[in-house]
Nanobody, 120 residues
């Protein structure tokens, strides 16, 4: 059994920063790509950033230059550093990862989400 648990969300003023974390645990053999998505009220879930096993990254145009995705493979953890936050960044942020478990099944896993609210 594999679990992803996010943390680090909260209420922040426009222009502020938050660092989101997502730790994977359980019956893990390997973790491949790790991603952050977000979903604002009344909108579809959108991909924010992705990082490969080798550390290559890609970002949605709306967050380029403001958000940074990184990972610590020794801790099975992915991070999202969010800077210069805007009210339109308000959403529930979800992490997602492609994981091979110890019986060699590869599947996509989701965390429960963490709320980010940008407001004065």
């Amino acid at each position: 059994q594999v679990q992803l648990v996010e943390s680090g969300g909260g209420l922040v003023q426009p222009g502020g920063s938050l660092r989101l974390s997502c730790a994977a645990s359980g019956s893990i053999r390997s973790i491949y790509a790790m991603r952050w998505y977000r979903q604002a009220p009344g909108k579809q879930r959108e991909l924010v950033a992705v990082i490969t096993t080798g550390g290559s990254t890609n970002y949605a145009d709306s967050v380029k230059g403001r958000f940074t995705i990184s990972r610590d493979n020794t801790r099975n953890t992915v991070y999202l550093q969010t800077n210069t936050l805007k009210p339109e960044d308000t959403a529930v942020y979800y992490c997602n990862a492609d994981i091979r478990d110890k019986v060699d099944i590869v599947a996509g896993y989701w965390g429960q989400g963490t709320q980010v609210t940008v407001s004065s």
